[in-house]
Nanobody, 123 residues
Framework: QVKLVESGGGLVQPGGSLRLSCTAS????????MIWVRQTPGQGLQWVSG????????GYAHTVKDRSTISRDNDKNTLYLQLNNLKSDDTAMYFC????????????????RGQGTQVTVAS
């Protein structure tokens, strides 16, 4: 079955950087768009970024645009999110999710996502 495993989160100081990874299995990774979403306590899931299957199209939320880079390695079945100049507002649980087609998508409840990796930005 589809399995997504996120890693790379942690505690980082404001202004620092992290690279999140999402390892996929159970489906043909190279044929699906993928997204990153995040969630803070008491709030819903916020779409962060998306990338098409052949990584020719990417999209970013305005909250992370210019500070983040989404990428993927289809040979390794792995999705990445590079986060730079981190701010306290970036503190959240980050999830990757599989879109339903080859294009990237916005989050919906029917998407499969992983268990998440926690990012905490604090001095």
């Amino acid at each position: 079955q589809v399995k997504l495993v996120e890693s790379g989160g942690g505690l980082v100081q404001p202004g620092g950087s992290l690279r999140l990874s999402c390892t996929a299995s159970g489906f043909t990774f190279s044929t699906y768009g993928m997204i990153w979403v995040r969630q803070t306590p008491g709030q819903g899931l916020q779409w962060v970024s998306g990338i098409s299957s052949k990584p020719t199209q990417v999209g970013y939320a305005h909250t992370v645009k210019d500070r983040s880079t989404i990428s993927r390695d289809n040979d390794k079945n792995t999705l990445y999110l590079q986060l730079n100049n981190l701010k306290s507002d970036d503190t959240a649980m980050y999830f990757c999710a599989k879109c339903l087609t080859e294009t990237w998508c916005h989050y919906s409840a029917d998407l499969i996502r992983g268990q998440g990796t926690q990012v905490t930005v604090a001095s």
